[in-house]
C-alpha cells in the first residue's frame, strides 16, 4: 500500500497535557499537507484549529478522555460544544466502571446522548481494549452499533496498552455493518499501518506515519 493512501486513514494526533498552540498548528499544517482523514487535538484548541484550518482539514477532539468516567450529561455536553466550536469528529471514551458492573443500557444511553450531541458529526467510540475481556468486548461491538455510533475505536493510547491486530479482528467481525474500525495506540510503522488496515480497520489514530512521510521526504520539521 502507497505511504499516500494510508495517510489518508489517518487521525494526525497530539493529545499531550502540555500541548501548546504552536505544536497543535504543526499538527494541522501536517495534516493539510499531507491530506489526513483528520487532526485529532484537545478540545481547548478546537475552536482556533477550525478557524486556521478554515475546512482544509477534519477537526477531530476527544471526550471523557482518557478515563471515561464523566457522567452521560458531561460527555453530551462537551460533545455539544466541541461541535459548537467547529470539531467534525468527536471520539468518546466510554465508562469502563459501567462495562465492569455490566450496565449495559446505561452504557447504550450514554453513547446514544453522546450521538444526539454530536449533530450528525462522525461519533467513534472508544473501548479501551486492554482494560476488556473478550465477551466485554464483543458485547461493547453489539452496544456501539446498537447506539448508532459510527466507529468503534480500541484505545485511549494513554493505558497501558493499545491496539492488537487480534481486536481490530474481532471487532470488525463483530460490529454491524454501519460501524466502522478506528486502531490506536502503538501504531509505530507502516507495517503496522498495513496489517490494521488489511484487517479491517478504516482509521489509525497515530502520530507517527506523518512523521515517517516526513523523514522520506527529507523533512525534519
Known amino acids: 500500500m502507497k505511504l499516500e493512501e494510508i495517510l489518508r486513514h489517518c487521525d494526525h494526533t497530539l493529545l ?24 485529532c487535538i484537545p478540545a481547548s484548541y478546537v475552536k482556533r484549529a477550525a478557524k486556521y484550518a478554515g475546512g482544509r482539514v477534519k477537526i477531530c477532539t476527544v471526550i471523557g478522555f482518557p478515563n471515561g468516567y464523566d457522567t452521560a450529561a458531561v460527555k453530551a455536553f462537551a460533545a455539544a460544544d466541541a461541535v459548537k466550536n467547529g470539531a467534525d469528529e468527536i471520539d468518546m471514551v466510554v465508562n469502563l466502571g459501567f462495562v465492569k458492573d455490566g450496565l449495559w443500557e446505561e452504557e447504550l444511553s450514554e453513547i446514544r446522548a453522546v450521538k444526539e450531541a454530536c449533530e450528525g458529526r462522525i461519533l467513534k467510540v472508544i473501548i479501551e481494549t486492554c482494560e476488556l475481556t473478550e465477551e466485554e468486548k464483543l458485547r461493547l461491538c453489539r452496544v456501539v452499533t446498537e447506539a448508532g455510533a459510527d466507529y468503534i475505536k480500541t484505545s485511549t493510547g494513554f493505558a497501558k496498552g493499545g491496539a492488537t491486530r487480534e481486536d481490530v479482528a474481532l471487532m470488525r467481525a463483530n460490529v454491524g455493518s454501519g460501524v466502522r474500525v478506528k486502531a490506536a495506540g502503538g501504531i509505530s510503522s507502516l507495517a503496522d499501518a498495513e496489517d490494521f488496515l488489511a484487517l479491517g480497520a478504516d482509521r489509525l489514530g497515530t502520530s507517527r506515519i506523518v512523521r515517517i512521510a516526513k523523514e522520506s521526504m527529507g523533512q525534519t520539521t
Do not use: L
Request: aromatic letters at 8%.
Open 16 to 39: 499531550r497535557t502540555t500541548a501548546v498552540w504552536e505544536e497543535i498548528r504543526q499538527i494541522v499544517d501536517d495534516g493539510i499537507r499531507y491530506e489526513c482523514a483528520s487532526v
